[in-house]
Nanobody, 124 residues
Framework: QVQVVESGGGLVHPGGSLRLSCVVS????????MGWFRQAPGRERELVAA????????YYADSVKGRFTISRDNAKNTVYLQMNSLKPEDTAKYYC?????????????????WGQGTQVTVSS
């Protein structure tokens, strides 16, 4: 069973930065599409950023464009989400998800494997 583990969340002041990491282990396929989602209390989970296996295709939600950057190190089976200029509205639990695929996946239901999430709180 593929395992997905996120880390890097925490409490940060508005305008600050955090980098989330997601490690995928026990892979059963050679290529994986990756996505970062978030869910704030009382709100639906939303896709924040996604990336194809090769990294050529990327997607960002409008609310994070220019502030967040998704990247990956396939040799380390790790995907990152660099979050800069954080705002209180970025406060949420962030989830990493993956699916055995080479392309970009933006539909939540297509993701097969999910981590437990890491909390990001932006507050002064």
């Amino acid at each position: 069973q593929v395992q997905v583990v996120e880390s890097g969340g925490g409490l940060v002041h508005p305008g600050g930065s955090l980098r989330l990491s997601c490690v995928v282990s026990r892979r059963t396929h050679s290529t994986y599409a990756m996505g970062w989602f978030r869910q704030a209390p009382g709100r639906e989970r939303e896709l924040v950023a996604a990336m194809s296996w090769g990294g050529v295709q990327k997607y960002y939600a409008d609310s994070v464009k220019g502030r967040f950057t998704i990247s990956r190190d396939n040799a380390k089976n790790t995907v990152y989400l660099q979050m800069n200029s954080l705002k209180p509205e970025d406060t949420a639990k962030y989830y990493c998800a993956t699916r055995a695929a080479s392309g970009l996946i933006t539909w939540e239901r297509l993701y097969e494997y999910w981590g437990q999430g890491t909390q990001v709180t932006v507050s002064s």
